[in-house]
């Protein structure tokens, strides 16, 4: 079926646009411009004197329906992180870890030990001393099967066990090397929660109730309207990378749900709200040209926004058919179509500004010649009466679930209307997002689409490991279902690795060997745009997401 509900207007027309003849040649956008590219670590909007007071009304985009940052892998955590909870780590402005409730560390020769100094004086909204037994129950929590940890625990999979050498030291016990182990600490999903409220507390109750250390408490979480937190009273433990102290100047936080993008933007502009976590590509050059705003697109570590193959069922076991959907799919004209000069083609399975990525490595272009020879090739040579392939009398159709929360993106229907050309039907199936996530995990589907944002190259493992492949004890990430013994390899030999030389080529040789095996479709980098009010001031961009960071924001009177 087609996309419809909730279609952005331009659908249409670009699919007509594209069907007319947009070729190869068709150039995609040259990317964000740099002077809305701010660096990481860099604060927005400086200028003035800080004041204390007010609230900051913040639109974000969709209820993740949790709010334990262990259980959830929402991209919400990138902001929320830092507003309620406090990390072991946080990132410099040049990507390596630094001090933050981890005050320093040090790591045996064998890199199966860290041994880390903690922060005192510090404390949970409860009144919980933040102290080493306080690290242990988070990271048992992270890796607590009733967690069902989608992402915190994954992460720190190679943890064995802790050893309290005394109350503000830890010596954390890895079952094997894993070198991207203190950058992934610095991410919002492993912040840290009260270990009183995961003792005492349900799951169901942590999600609807965390506790942490951070600048904010919440107060309040209504499930599809919204979220409130106020400013805590003696905070003083920022991280250093900040250069301020003492408590947040804000009164407090609202975040409300806005699913819409038009309605979005439109309350944004008009005041209802001050910030917005997402900003639509095609509103960006009105936010740019209007001085009452700051925008910011920030280009991401991690993987692109990318179409991905369920490569562990017919008809995308079959890497013919892997290769011939990609030719026929013209992505190139999709990022123009769709990125209104905010987005860069992607040009590996990771972005360009993750550390290793690969110049060199080459994916398959837009060739519609050669998509035609590989199913041909792969025996699906005949055609239906509606121009569609067909083999043993089985048309060629695949199984594409789509959620139907916020705006759904143009970019299936275009797909869609593109594949037809060589004789691939693609049933869209609108969904709610929580049947989308079962679906997903079930491996139930023929294509899936998204982005994967990390802080570090082993999104690749995450991403592409047999080891990250969904199952019934865990919320794996490998959604393409990929299994190949030689991309494992030395996804392992890479995390076991400190050495830079060997993690590059390590990583040069994944990203070569996932351009050849073809797992998915990788369209634009993963940037995230986000703009607030210029009464808004001194909001930092958070070195390991990009994503503002209010923890000394403030506001004008």
Known sequence: MRVRRKMQSLAGVAVLALLAGCGAGGGATAGPGTANEPARGA????????????????SMNTDPLCLDPHAISSDVEQIFGHILTDN????????????????????SPDGLTYTFKLRQGVTFSDGTPFDAEAVRVNFEHMLDPTTRSPLAGPYIAPYKDSKIIDPYTIE????????????VLAQGWLGLLSPKAINETTPAQLCEKPIGSGPFVLTSYTKNQGVTFVKRPGYNWA???????GEAKLDGIEVSWVGQDAVRFNSLTGGQYQATGYVPAQNAAALKSNPDFVYANVNRIGLPYTVEFNTSRAPFDNLD??????????????????GFGERQQSTSYVDRVTKYYDPAVKLPGFDPKLANQLLDQAGWTARNGDGYRTKDGKELVVQWPVSQAGTVSPIFDLIQAQVKSV???????????????????????????????TNTPDVLYIKYASFSIPNEKRLGQNT????????????????QTTDQATQQKLYSQVQGRLAELVPGIPVYDNSVLWAFSRKLHNVSVDTSHGTPLFTYAWLEK
């Open 43 to 58: 604060a927005l909007n400086a200028e003035g004197t800080p004041v204390s007071g007010g609230t900051l009304r913040l």
């Open 88 to 107: 072991l780590i946080y990132l410099d402005e040049q990507g390596q870890p630094g001090p933050y409730l981890a005050e320093s560390w040090q790591i």
């Open 172 to 183: 954390v016990h890895l079952s094997v090397p894993y070198s991207p182990f203190l950058d």
């Open 239 to 245: 991280p250093p990378q900040l250069k301020q102290t």
């Open 321 to 338: 058919v892997r290769r011939a959907f990609a030719a026929a799919v013209n992505v190139p004209a999709i990022v123009q179509t769709l």
């Open 423 to 453: 004789g691939i039907r693609v049933n869209i199936q609108l969904l709610p997002s929580t049947q989308v996530t079962t679906l997903r995990y079930a491996g139930d589907y023929d294509l899936t689409y998204g982005v994967w944002h």
């Open 480 to 495: 393409s279902h990929l299994s190949d013994p030689q991309v494992d390899q030395w996804l392992d030999q890479a995390r």
